[in-house]
């Protein structure tokens, strides 16, 4: 064979290898609504900057048929791009090849580039769409999932970890991107779960779809083990660039700094008035947040799931920031088990990745009942408390309204080593509300009383007291444990100012292989 002709066979070779599973499967593929595996890629990176490795990868299987069944590249494409001319490492599992059943070289072709990107120190992106494992390689097939599954372990907490899910993930490949930092879902084509309905009709007798036991609307809103659905693939991969955008190649770097127009001594006097008069009354703390970040862009995480706590990802004068916030608009506020998860486990990424925290406070208290307390709100709680006290990037709170008992300490209080605590002068912060702190302290007088008008008129004159000696951010302030009270319409700039600070913050933990998060 002559070069010419070598030349001729790679160039034919490669053709075939971006067939995947031949065009019949990738028309049955679009007919489905869904990209190919290289379509998702090169939407996802910027143009021309995808570099593949392993295309002539086959498997080394011959039983059950699968020696007259081989593909080149054997259901997976690896490789690295850029994102923003920022390096990131990339597989893409293809559904036309074996419906992208794991293999074991399959295994090997992401584990290779999850070392490279380990050394290097980029992130790197799963873009799954698979049936699971390949039954006919037996133990070899799990022995990959395994082996992908440490890489996962022990990239965590040092690179960026996302994936997206666009088709199937069921079995054991849900614990891959389980592993990983942030999962994002594609609506009404995407589905995880550890069983499908198949199996749990016969074991349990239980009749659901796919869409009702693991759709992305499912896992958004009542598992939280997916961070975001997106309409479409489309708007996955916008998702995809739109999140690496305010995290750090790695642990060792700072997130990106971002050019910024919105000046940073905006004053926004619709705060000023924010904050109802009536203490019950809810109000809409995203409109809080967009008020105070740069450009009103904020990208928020787990929307749908655990809604009295905000979580997401802005900037402020460029500087990318976590914030975390109850939302009086839903529960009051109130931290509960999803909430205290969603935002232990928000907190902690952000520790690991060198994003300062931003945490803006307005929480009556835990919620109470049995359901609560036997689903273990205890433990639950403790998660978020350890994650703001573990922690050791800039911590800046805002106490805009409530801040009662054990949830003003959860919250990223001083005691928790905060770094800089302000309050809005409404701020309320104590141990309990007036109603149930005067039911407590005047418990014999209120059974006293000869008639309830007497008991009201008891209650009344007391939780007055109470509010003016007691529920303000003053006293609080007298020892020290609120930095400044503050005029609403300045947060931002104070926020600023304060990130300005805190930016060459320096703190480590005591030396530990690792503590014992209540988990």
């Not at 060792?252 to 705060?271: F, G, K, Q, Y």
């Not at 909430?339 to 835990?366: E, H, M, Q, W, Y």
Request: with cysteine; glycine share 8%; aromatic share 8%.
């Amino acid at each position: 064979m002559s070069n010419h002709d070598k030349i001729r066979q790679l160039i034919e070779m490669r053709a075939q290898a971006r067939l995947g599973g031949g065009e019949k499967r990738l028309d049955a593929q679009h007919q489905k609504g869904k990209l190919s595996a290289r379509e998702r890629i090169e939407l996802l990176l910027d143009d021309n900057s995808f570099e593949e490795y392993d295309m002539f990868v086959t498997h080394r299987t011959t039983a059950f048929g699968l020696d007259k069944q081989q593909y080149l590249g054997d259901g997976v494409v690896t490789g690295h791009g850029t994102i923003d001319g920022r390096l990131v490492y990339v597989f893409s599992q293809d559904f036309t090849v074996l419906g992208g059943s794991l293999s074991e070289t399959y295994a090997q072709k992401i584990c290779k580039i999850m070392d490279q990107a380990m050394l290097v120190g980029a992130p790197v992106i799963g873009l799954n769409d698979s049936g699971g494992a390949r039954i006919q390689e037996g133990v070899r097939s799990l022995a990959g999932y395994a082996d992908i599954f440490q890489r996962n372990i022990m990239a965590s907490g040092v690179i960026p970890q996302l994936s997206a899910i666009l088709g199937p993930c069921a079995g054991g490949a849900v614990y891959s991107p389980a592993l990983t930092d942030f999962i994002l879902m594609a609506d009404k084509q995407s589905y995880m779960f550890v069983t499908g309905p198949k199996v749990a009709r016969t074991v349990t007798g239980e009749n659901i779809s796919e869409e009702d036991l693991g759709g992305a609307r499912i896992h958004a809103s009542k598992s939280g083990v997916t961070h975001f659905v997106t309409e479409n693939e489309e708007e996955a991969m916008q998702v995809l660039r739109k999140l690496l955008s305010y995290l750090p190649q790695n642990n060792m770097e700072e997130p990106p700094l971002v050019a910024n127009t919105d000046p940073i001594d905006r004053l926004e006097d619709a705060l000023n008035h924010i904050i109802p008069e009536n203490p019950n009354q809810p109000y809409d703390m995203l409109d809080v947040i967009h008020k105070v970040v740069d450009s009103d862009e904020f990208l928020e995480v787990q929307r749908y799931y655990a809604r009295n706590m905000i979580t997401g990802f802005a900037r402020f004068n460029g500087m990318s920031v976590g914030i975390v916030a109850n939302q009086p608009n839903y529960l009051a506020g109130v931290l509960d088990i999803d909430a205290s998860r969603k935002a232990a486990r928000f907190v902690r990424f952000c520790d690991a990745f060198n994003i300062p925290i931003v945490t803006l406070v307005d929480v009556p208290g835990f919620l109470p009942g049995s359901g609560q307390e036997y689903g273990g709100i205890i433990l639950h709680g403790a998660k978020l408390l350890y994650a703001y006290g573990e922690a050791t990037v800039p911590k800046v709170t805002i106490i805009l309204r409530k801040a009662y008992g054990g949830a003003y300490d959860v919250m990223s209080s001083k005691h928790l080593r905060g770094d800089l605590n302000y309050a809005w002068p409404m701020a309320e912060i104590a141990v309990m509300g007036p109603k149930g702190a005067i039911e407590v302290l005047y418990n014999k007088e209120l059974t006293a009383a000869a008639d309830a008008a007497e008991r009201e008129a008891i209650l009344a004159a007391k939780e007055k007291q109470y509010r003016d000696e007691l529920l303000n951010p003053y006293e609080a302030a007298k020892y020290g444990y609120i930095d400044d009270i503050i005029e609403p319409r300045n947060t931002r700039f104070r926020i600023i100012r304060a990130l300005q600070t805190l930016a060459n913050k320096k703190l480590t933990n005591p030396p530990k292989k690792h503590g014992n998060i209540p988990l």
